[in-house]
């Protein structure tokens, strides 16, 4: 230690090879050394302390360090447990500037004792902390990342599930790779991401512990997959303008921008903006509504899924398909679909309770397995464009009381509208019955009002085939009887 001076409860001092030092956890760092200034090989940091509590780090010689690469702890090397702190310094022994740390260094804690506790960057020299660096490891303080650091690569931190504090990315940083910190659930500070970051990979903040308000940067252009699923108390206040790009066939998701403005009453969207990423909102608690501009052409899976809070929304008239699971679990009240529509995926609505209303759109053709199962749908009328319902598409709706379905309908899968137990009136209008795909006309699967206690007689259209009719009125209709209607 080469110069130690007190500063209104605090002190300044350099760091070689160790440093022994009273001061508290989480350790806070401010750095105050030019990076670019050469001559100084080491670094000055200040620690605020406020309880004596010993730091004392693992020396530099001890690292196994070469060409500026820290590759964890020397194999020769038995570290005891009077160390509390592992140190990633500013240089090497012989003044090399450290720049790297290698993938999996410290990986499971690898080569440290017990007793380490601490993680401390010093200096400004480093800009890559490596895949799996330091997974897993027990660090129980906050850590402060220098402001050199340009990447942080896939699952950096993660699992380490017992630091704290907040996450602080540089304004120099400009990547994080998948799952940097999934699973480090005692985070419990805010979240402030630099203004330079580009990429935030997939279940990058996935279940931490993070709070308060973010700002996502103009310079992001990327967002991954699930990035801050299980992440309820963070405020998403502006997310940035930023262009797509695609994540490749292994994860066919698009990683593009989302809702700029996701917090209180109608978020806008850049309208540049082509598709939104899959789940990367799922479970935001605070989101109450969304507007979709007309370029969203790809809503994304699973996007709004489990946002109880989120009883808005304003579709895109580019969209050709409300994919699964969009709205899964959402608070909305009425949705209106755009003509632009065709279909509608698998569970794209299940388990919206509030939800009262559906506005058809013109073109809806489909609407796949599941679609609006469990439901808050009073009234259901299906328009002459649809030609396939799924399987479960409308069960369990429990306050659904009619169904009304028309003409041109090719086919309805098994129990479509099975246990609606407050359901008492359905007809169909002009609606033919078929035997097979050669002919024209509805195919029905059977039990398709299976446990739907309160419905006593089903409506048909005046010159309705009553044969046909009766052979599915003991497969299909439960045995349900069938009355002609003018």
């Known amino acids: 230690?080469?110069?130690?001076?007190?500063?209104?409860?605090?002190?300044?001092?350099?760091?070689?090879?160790?440093?022994?030092?009273?001061?508290?956890?989480?350790?806070i760092i401010n750095e105050t050394t030019n990076r670019n200034d050469s001559s100084e090989s080491e670094v000055s940091s200040t620690f605020t302390s406020t309880?004596?509590?010993?730091?004392?780090?693992?020396?530099?010689?001890?690292?196994?360090?070469?060409?500026?690469k820290v590759y964890g702890i020397k194999s020769d090397v038995t570290i005891d447990e009077s160390y509390n702190t592992l140190?990633?310094?500013?240089?090497?022994?012989?003044?090399?500037?450290?720049?790297?740390?290698?993938?999996?260094?410290?990986?499971?804690?690898?080569?440290?004792?017990?007793s380490v506790k601490n993680l401390l960057f010093t200096g400004s020299n480093l800009v890559y902390i490596g895949q799996e660096s330091f997974r897993n490891c027990k660090f129980n303080n906050e850590i402060i990342f220098p402001m050199s650091v340009v990447t942080i690569y896939t699952y950096a931190f993660k699992g380490c599930d017992e630091i704290t504090g907040g996450i602080?990315?540089?304004?120099?940083t400009t990547y994080l790779g998948n799952g940097?910190?999934?699973?480090?659930?005692?985070?419990?500070?805010?979240?402030?991401?630099?203004?330079?970051?580009?990429?935030?990979?997939?279940?990058?903040?996935?279940?931490?512990?993070?709070?308060?308000?973010?700002?996502i940067p103009d310079s992001v252009t990327n967002i991954g997959v699930d990035c801050f699923w299980g992440c309820p108390n963070l405020i998403f206040n502006k997310i940035g303008e930023y262009e797509y790009s695609f994540a490749g066939p292994s994860y066919n998701q698009w990683l593009v921008n989302v809702p700029k403005e996701i917090v209180g009453a109608a978020p806008e969207i850049d309208p540049n903006t082509y598709g939104?990423?899959?789940?990367?909102?799922?479970k935001q608690y605070s989101l109450t509504s969304v507007i979709l501009p007309d370029s969203i052409e790809n809503g994304g899976t699973s996007t709004f899924i489990d946002n109880r809070a989120l009883k808005d929304v304003k579709l895109s008239e580019s969209m050709t398909e409300i994919r699964y699971g969009m709205f899964w679990g959402s608070g909305i009240e009425e949705i209106t679909i755009p003509d632009s529509v065709i279909s509608i995926g698998n569970q794209a609505f299940t388990e919206t309770l509030l939800l009262k209303e559906i506005h058809w759109g013109a073109n809806v053709q489909s609407i796949e397995e599941?679609?609006?199962?469990?439901?808050?749908?009073?009234?259901?009328?299906l328009p002459d464009s649809i030609k396939t319902v799924g399987w479960l598409s409308f069960a369990s709706c429990h306050n659904l009381k009619s169904i009304i379905v028309n003409s041109n309908i090719w086919r309805i899968m098994s129990s479509a509208f099975e246990c609606n137990e407050n359901l008492s009136y359905v007809e169909f209008t002009n609606v033919t019955i078929s035997y097979s795909d050669d002919e024209e006309g509805l195919q029905v699967w059977p039990d398709l009002f299976r446990k739907c206690p309160s419905l006593e007689q089903i409506y048909i259209h005046a010159d309705a085939d009553l044969v046909r009719w009766n052979i599915a009125k003991i497969t299909c209709f439960c045995s349900i009887d069938l009355v002609k209607k003018s």
Not at 184 to 213: D, V
Not at 370 to 381: M, P, R, T
């Open 1 to 27: 230690m080469k110069a130690h001076k007190k500063n209104k409860g605090a002190f300044t001092f350099l760091i070689s090879s160790a440093a022994t030092v009273s001061c508290a956890t989480p350790l």
């Open 51 to 68: 309880s004596s509590d010993e730091v004392k780090a693992i020396p530099v010689s001890y690292l196994d360090i070469r060409e500026g």
């Open 87 to 114: 140190g990633i310094y500013a240089t090497d022994e012989e003044g090399t500037p450290i720049t790297h740390i290698s993938d999996r260094a410290f990986l499971n804690g690898r080569g440290l004792p017990s």
């Open 168 to 172: 602080k990315i540089p304004n120099r």
């Open 180 to 215: 940097v910190f999934d699973g480090c659930t005692s985070l419990n500070g805010e979240l402030y991401l630099g203004n330079h970051l580009q990429n935030i990979g997939y279940e990058c903040f996935q279940l931490t512990g993070l709070i308060g308000e973010v700002n």
């Open 276 to 282: 939104l990423v899959n789940a990367v909102f799922q």
């Open 370 to 381: 599941g679609a609006f199962k469990d439901s808050g749908i009073e009234a259901l009328v």
